[in-house]
């Protein structure tokens, strides 16, 4: 019963629900839906492995931004910041007179 005040609430805030298009809103659950399917699909457990499997592919994808980031940062420093070698760097290697 009390849902239907937020229904009415709902419709005079945002007018009619024909007045607007929910498919894009809708299209951001696959991710959801992909990980529900990958439980157990126990009602006891249900939730708990659905944000597991959720925690878990943000871990994944946040680990590998900060990887791929590090490592356009390294290659863009050794690239762009190469030292050329001074003499005074350089080592000179003893003849060896072989007869």
């Not at 951001?28 to 439980?39: G, I, R, S, W």
């Not at 878990?56 to 290659?75: A, F, H, T, Y």
Request: glycine residues 2%; contains cysteine.
């Amino acid at each position: 019963m009390h849902e239907f005040v937020h229904v009415t609430r709902n419709i005079i805030w945002h007018g009619p629900p024909i007045c607007y298009d929910t498919r894009l809103a809708e299209s951001n659950l696959k991710v959801h839906k992909h990980l529900a399917q990958n439980t157990q699909r126990q009602i006891a457990s249900f939730c708990h492995q659905t944000a597991k499997h959720l925690h878990e592919g943000v871990v994944v994808r946040q680990s590998s931004s900060q990887v791929q980031k590090i490592s356009k940062k390294m290659l863009h420093n050794n690239i762009f910041q190469k030292r050329v070698p001074e003499s005074s760097d350089i080592i000179e290697q003893p003849s060896i007179n072989m007869c």
